[in-house]
């Protein structure tokens, strides 16, 4: 557990990031009726309320004898939660009551498995901890049946295992941080070409786990378009699949493993596909009268197989406040007031000189004719600027009594108008004075995902009664207007409750037979994925 830790109550590390600019206190006041001045922090660490670690002491020398093992307050109010708006305000109140009695680092495959051996044996619940970005309650500490429970930082398991040049093939252990596995693909020339917003902090098998998408997927592929193999070591022994480019023997074990969010097992290693480092990359904006005429030129774009890499078309109102929050420089919100009112795609190319070219070449000419406003580099560069800023200025939104939470789904082009009013409607229902955002991305040929996200002043009487009110009607809406509960943030305890509405019955009973046989006693990850 000597690798760096994200901070236990926001993002990042502490002091590190960008901050909101000066002149957002003013937009926050006429926009959300906040003061715009810090009005609450995190407590420390010494206030943070924490039951005394229950592990059975047999147990704990038994594991201490495999794997790094902490029950200091630090360890276990680190590997507490996830990453939510709700996750942030428990922690940030110092609600850890229920933190995990340890926190158990293994350093092998090998070990992983004998650490879930023994905990199946003592009947103690076991959390896959990777990076700690989850924002769907996927670390959540729930305990079900058990009285103890440990989280299986995943963290020393990191590096790259081996490097088949030939095939293009990398095998990373699972608890490799994204940044650290690109950088040591970069040495052999290629990447992962999986940037999801958490790239900081997120690991390769957390993404694994959760059916990761990236802000690339649309070139690159989501993760599970990506993993040729893995291994999963679970209760019931080791889990794996021949890396193979193909295969017709049966249905496919990895994309069950894929997406298991910890309930079945740990995934200890996966091979994964990688991409050569673009020679180029080229990132740019379009403006569209409105959201819709967006969605058509894409749909059009992915349809005719000339997508770019990055597609991310933002609606009225986030077109506005990416303008009105952007950095010192008038020169954007110059820009933003001419384009009040439309939409701006941001499109990114990544590859050869000469694919980069004749790519962007065929999509510029299709937007164009789709009725899109060539912007310029200036847009793209300044999303390419400030990708991983969200969670960082996300703690400084909380600081100033901001409740800001994100969600999303995605659905047919056919249906995309009807989900985006339908969500919108549940969230503007159940908030005051909220601004609603909302933008596409991850397009397919069949259709898109949408991502929304909600500021309103915070409740300071219920803050987290306030955003669940408005998360639930957001869910019902979804599943009511036929959209996925979500396109890649992933079920963990959050979304369980909805799960059923999309597998259906039968669906929703194979996969628990799935998790009964290989987890027979229940000790994965209780109350995640399969709770509902
Ligand atoms: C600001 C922000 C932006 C985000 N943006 C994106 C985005 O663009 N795209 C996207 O897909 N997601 C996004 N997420 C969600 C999150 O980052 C992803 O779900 C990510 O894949 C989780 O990786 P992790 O390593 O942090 O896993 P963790 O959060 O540690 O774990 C996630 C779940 O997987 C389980 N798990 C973790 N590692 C393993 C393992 N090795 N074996 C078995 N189970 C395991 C955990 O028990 C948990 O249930 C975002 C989250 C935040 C906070």
């Known amino acids: ?158 590096g790259v295992e081996a490097f088949d040049e030939r095939s293009q093939l990398a095998w990373l252990r699972a608890g490799t941080r994204l940044p650290e596995a690109d950088h040591a693909l970069a040495a052999h020339g290629v990447m992962l070409g999986h940037t999801p917003q958490s790239y900081e902090w997120a690991t390769v098998g957390g993404c694994v786990a959760t059916r990761s998408a990236g802000q690339s997927s649309t070139g690159h592929g989501r993760i599970e378009e990506n993993v040729v193999a893995l291994r999963c070591a679970t209760p019931a022994g080791p889990l794996e699949n021949l890396a193979v480019p193909g295969t017709a023997a049966g249905p496919a074990l990895k994309q069950l493993v894929i997406g298991s969010e910890g309930v079945l097992g740990a995934i200890t290693s996966v091979g994964l596909r990688v991409h050569p480092l673009p020679e180029a990359r080229r990132y740019e904006g379009f403006a569209f009268r409105d959201f819709e005429a967006g969605c058509e030129a894409l749909r059009g774009l992915a349809q005719a197989d000339s997508a770019p890499d990055i597609a991310r078309l933002s609606d009225e109102a986030e077109t506005r406040l990416s303008f009105a929050l952007a950095g010192p420089g008038a020169k954007a919100r110059a820009m933003g007031a001419v384009l009040r009112g439309r939409c701006v795609l941001v499109c990114g190319w990544e590859g050869t000189e ?39 200025l996300r703690d400084d939104l909380l600081d100033r009594g901001v409740m800001v939470e994100t969600l999303e789904t995605a659905t047919t082009w056919s249906n995309l108008a009807d989900l985006r009013a339908a969500v919108t409607r549940a969230l503007e229902g159940c908030l005051a004075a909220p601004m609603v955002l909302c933008h596409a991305s991850h397009v397919y040929p069949t259709g898109a995902s949408l991502y929304f996200t909600a500021f309103a002043a915070q409740d300071y009487g219920d803050p987290a009664g306030q955003w669940t009110r408005a998360k639930t009607a957001a869910m019902d809406a979804i599943v009511a207007t036929g959209g996925t509960i979500t396109h890649h943030h992933a079920v963990g305890a959050d979304h369980a409750p909805w799960l059923r509405a999309e597998t259906g019955p039968l669906g929703h009973d194979v996969l628990r037979v799935l998790k009964d046989r290989c987890d027979p006693a229940g000790i994965m990850n209780p109350g995640k994925l399969l709770a509902g």
Request: charged share 20%.
């Open 1 to 158: 557990m000597s690798r760096r830790d994200c901070v236990w109550w926001g993002w990042g590390e502490p002091g590190a990031g960008p901050s909101l600019p000066d002149h957002a206190a003013g937009f926050l006041r006429a926009q959300l009726g906040v003061s715009g001045e810090v009005v609450s922090r995190a407590v420390a660490l010494e206030e943070v309320r924490l039951r005394e670690p229950s592990l059975p002491g047999a147990l704990r020398e038994q594991l201490a004898a495999l794997a790094e093992v902490r029950d200091d307050a630090e360890a276990r109010v680190v590997h507490c939660r996830g990453k939510s708006y709700l996750d942030l305000l428990r922690q940030r109140a110092g609600d850890c009551e229920d933190a995990p009695d340890a926190v158990v680092a293994p350093g092998t495959p090998e070990a992983v498995q004998a650490v879930l051996n023994a905990c199946n044996e003592a009947g103690v619940a076991v959390v896959p901890f990777g990076g700690g970005t989850s924002v769907v309650g996927g670390l959540e500490p729930l305990r079900g049946t058990w009285s103890a429970l440990v989280s299986l930082d995943l963290g020393r398991l990191d």
């Open 354 to 392: 000469t694919a980069v070219a004749v790519r962007r070449k065929l999509a510029v000419r299709a937007l164009r004719a789709a009725g899109g406003w060539p912007l310029g580099q200036a847009p793209g560069e300044a999303w390419a600027a400030t990708r991983y800023a969200g969670p960082h």
